[in-house]
């Protein structure tokens, strides 16, 4: 899932995800106060609009300079920063935002957990990190993909790497609150939202 992966899939269609703001992130940052949020993964845009629209200052990282083009085009927010980044190369600033968001990002398993650590090191003190994921329970057996779940991090195995600088406040599985996407048999979000200490 390399940046040509992704740029091939959004040069496939018009407009790749539905527009509207994630319901993880919905239900989640509705009452946080705004601040400075990073929004990891930002496809095309719905999601860091959204926090823009409700006072927040956004950073909205993307591998894919296609998706970043189209979600500038429909930001008339002007509290969007646009990004182009790679995650494995690339960590985000530390300590520099209130939230950091990361709704269904294929982040790779990785040994040493570098990118993951990045992305926990860039929560400042007090802040929220809120991660969204499909519950792989509900993918179909015998997908004839080169996806494996295995291969990639899950809320639930962040959780389990969190020290006593956190205080995990949700981790659980949950219906999702809108529809799955089309072809897809997602039925339930798991959700980690855990608050920086120190």
Known sequence: MDEQFWEDRYRGRDQLFSGAPNGVLVAEAAGLAPGRALDVGCGEGADAIWLARRGWQVTAIDIAPTALRRAAAADTTGRVTWTHANLAGTPPPPGAFDLVSVQYFPLRLESDHTALRGLLNAVASGGTLLVGSHDISDLPPGRDNDFDPADYYHPGDIA??????????????????????????????????ARRLR
């Open 160 to 193: 389990a790497l969190l020290g006593d600088d956190w205080t995990v406040l949700i981790n659980e599985t949950r219906p999702r609150t809108a529809p799955a996407p089309p072809g897809t048999h997602h039925a339930h979000d798991t959700v980690l939202r």
